[in-house]
């Protein structure tokens, strides 16, 4: 009576392949949405560095500490694309890192100012959308030879303070 249809697997979003595209990222950023396990691991270092750039403001006194967790997430994130070697001026990890501080700077300034029609927000907002297209032309240049199929969990790497996370399938770094 009823069909049973071969439904097929959904994609794996940890392809790189399938890297996050700006919009994600923008919306990580800006705090939209929780970590969820479905979500790449670029989206999660997304999330966390804009808030390291947050509190990096915030609690000065703690930059040190802030920097270094930057840092293993940075490591994290190049390890998890296997692109440690950069694409044009720069890692994948250090490129994002570089994003999230121009956006958290331009929300900053969208909401402290008291004239949003002030060059410096205009400037902040441009810079982030000239970042967003480096991001896809970014990705664009990772090529398919360099896509893994495992899942990376940023977070572990964080908390280890290395960029050494964990690996959850069975394939592990090339």
């Known amino acids: 009576m009823f ?25 990580a950023f800006g705090g939209h949405g929780r970590d969820r396990p479905e979500d790449h691991p670029v989206v999660r270092a997304a999330r966390m560095l804009a808030q390291l750039h947050r509190d990096r403001r915030e609690l000065p ?3 040190a500490e802030i920097d270094s967790r ?29 994003m999230a501080a121009a956006q958290v700077y331009a929300n900053l300034l969208l909401h402290t100012t008291t004239d949003i029609s002030d060059q410096r927000v205009h400037d902040a907002w441009h810079r982030l959308a000239a970042l967003a ?18 899942r990376y969990d940023v977070g572990v790497a964080v908390r280890r303070g290395s960029g050494q996370g964990r690996w959850t399938s069975e394939k592990g770094p090339a």
């Open 133 to 150: 297209d480096g991001w896809t032309d970014l990705i664009a240049g990772i090529t398919d030879d360099e896509i893994s199929g495992a």
């Open 3 to 27: 069909r049973h249809e071969h439904r097929p697997a959904p994609a794996d979003p940890y392809r790189r392949a399938q890297l996050p595209d700006w919009h994600q990222l923008v919306a």
């Open 61 to 63: 006194h703690r930059r």
């Open 70 to 98: 930057r840092a293993a997430l940075i490591a994290a994130v190049n390890h998890c694309t296997h692109s440690d070697r950069a694409v044009g001026p720069e890692s994948p990890g250090a490129f994002l890192d570089r």
